[in-house]
């Protein structure tokens, strides 16, 4: 006798819907900030008190943390060939403070390691081009990324181009 499975047999209970709960599932698939986490559980119709004492539970239990945050990001945004100051403006609209930011900075590689790093592993996409050509593209690759005009000659001159 073989035995029959209703439509709903293979579903999991059901977790209540709390901020917390909510939250800590936003939290699972990357660190946020602060500003992320109360705009996000705004944005799911959470009331000032709830939301307040979902994010101070949060950084009680140490999973909010803006330095932690910031730092993460910054190593995150450099192994992509973002400059610093890019990475500034990313950290603004992220919610990050000027101080926290600055300092975070202060420890993170400088920007012509980071640009050299990055077109480094990209040089053979230009190699199909004619020097002048290839000098431009990676000029505009580079100045796409956030980086002034300083660090692009240094790396140029690095690179021999």
């Known amino acids: 006798m073989m ?3 209703t439509k709903f047999s293979n579903r999991k209970p059901a977790v209540p819907q709390t901020p917390f709960n909510r939250a800590l599932k936003y939290l699972s698939f990357r660190a946020r900030s602060v500003k992320e986490m109360h705009e996000y559980l705004l944005k799911k119709e959470y009331s000032e008190e709830e939301i307040s004492e979902t994010i101070r539970q949060l950084i009680e239990l140490k999973f909010l ?3 932690d945050f910031a730092r993460t990001f910054i190593e995150n945004r450099q192994r992509k060939g973002k400059s610093k100051n890019a990475i500034r403006f990313e950290l603004k609209l992220k919610g990050i403070g000027k101080d926290t930011t600055e300092e975070t900075l202060e420890d993170a590689s400088d920007d012509v390691k ?6 480094s592993k990209r040089l053979r996409l230009f190699e199909k081009y004619e020097p002048e050509e290839k000098q431009k593209k990676i000029i505009s690759r580079l100045r796409s990324r956030g980086f002034n005009w300083d660090t692009i000659s240094e790396v140029l001159k690095k690179l021999k181009l």
């Open 3 to 5: 035995k029959t499975r």
């Open 65 to 67: 943390n803006d330095d």
């Open 114 to 119: 980071t640009a050299l790093v990055y077109i």
